[in-house]
């Protein structure tokens, strides 16, 4: 099956590149990049003739999303919809990722029921995005804060946080906000078996609920530097925008769409990573 994969160099997009068994000659890649807002999109999306497309590309920077507000609409929704409407036309299957950050964080645990509440422009650009998608018959994987080493060029909070403990550089992490972060390796594996599937809807991927002080004093007691980690608060970093407090995602449609599907618990994989 030929699957395109949108946002491909990026952190999640290069972890479903080493999926190649099941990408196949299908998979985006050099010979593949293009810009989704390009006049030129449906007659790319043409040449290469995908069967499915899974859509991680993304404005994804909560700041620049503030600051460029006409710009994340571009990307995450209008280019989006774009997307899905061609996929619709084409009979091509689309798994939209999408965000925890579509909620609130008062609420917690969210399902695939709950009613979105995005307090941030890039939480909104990208429920735009969702509802676009929906609409035409698609299917949207919500996907919690990921988490673990970046392949590639870049780092990822990982490995920012790796970096300044073993530089011996203390980190206050915050005890008052939870996510149920899963790694980058487990989402890419759920998003090539839902692409393979035939589930449309919404679905939530997400591990349990873990704040960024609990993963810090993990990492903290394998790298031998508890002393390194401390409790820092939300209120002691003010942001433009409100810090949605708890984000944890679970999920009704698992066992429907990927039966026997679990997201590992990110403390399982540390030593693994730090290895």
């Given at each position: 099956m030929k699957v395109l994969v949108t946002g491909a160099s990026g952190?999640?997009?290069?972890?479903?590149?080493?999926?190649?068994?099941?990408?196949?000659?299908?998979?985006?890649?050099?010979?593949?990049?293009?810009?989704?807002?390009?006049?030129?999109?449906?007659?790319?999306?043409?040449?290469?003739?995908?069967?499915?497309?899974?859509?991680?590309?993304?404005?994804s920077a909560v700041a620049d999303c503030l600051h460029e507000p006409e710009k994340a609409d571009?990307?995450?929704?209008?280019?989006?919809?774009?997307?899905?409407?061609?996929?619709?036309?084409?009979?091509?299957?689309?798994?939209?990722?999408?965000?925890?950050?579509?909620?609130?964080?008062?609420?917690?645990?969210?399902?695939?029921?709950?009613?979105?509440?995005?307090?941030?422009?890039?939480?909104?650009?990208?429920?735009?995005?969702?509802r676009a998608v929906?609409?035409?018959?698609?299917?949207?994987?919500?996907?919690?804060?990921?988490?673990?080493?970046?392949?590639?060029?870049?780092?990822s909070y990982y490995d920012q946080l790796v970096a300044n403990l073993r530089a011996g550089r203390p980190a206050s992490l915050f005890q008052d906000e939870w996510r149920g972060m899963i790694?980058?390796?487990?989402?890419?594996?759920?998003?090539?078996?839902?692409a393979l599937g035939s589930g449309t809807g919404i679905v939530h991927l997400a591990g349990p609920r873990l704040s960024r002080l609990e993963m810090g004093r993990q990492l903290s007691l394998h790298l031998a530097v508890p002393e390194l980690v401390s409790a820092g608060q939300r209120s002691d970093y003010p942001s433009p925008e409100p810090r949605p407090r708890d984000l944890t995602m679970v999920s009704r449609r698992w066992e429907e769409l990927l039966p026997g599907w679990r997201a590992r618990k990110i403390e399982e994989q540390i030593p693994g990573w730090l290895s």
């Open positions: 952190k999640l997009g290069s972890y479903l590149m080493r999926h190649d068994g099941l990408l196949g000659g299908g998979r985006s890649g050099p010979d593949h990049q293009f810009d989704l807002c390009d006049s030129e999109l449906e007659r790319r999306l043409g040449e290469i003739g995908p069967e499915v497309v899974i859509h991680t590309a993304a404005l571009l990307v995450n929704h209008q280019a989006s919809a774009r997307l899905g409407r061609w996929c619709a036309d084409k009979g091509v299957r689309l798994v939209y990722v999408s965000t925890d950050m579509v909620f609130d964080g008062e609420t917690a645990p969210y399902d695939e029921e709950a009613v979105p509440a995005p307090v941030s422009e890039y939480g909104r650009s990208k429920l735009r995005g969702e929906l609409e035409q018959g698609h299917l949207v994987a919500r996907v919690a804060l990921m988490v673990g080493p970046a392949l590639g060029v870049g780092q790694s980058y390796e487990d989402a890419a594996e759920a998003l090539v078996r839902l």
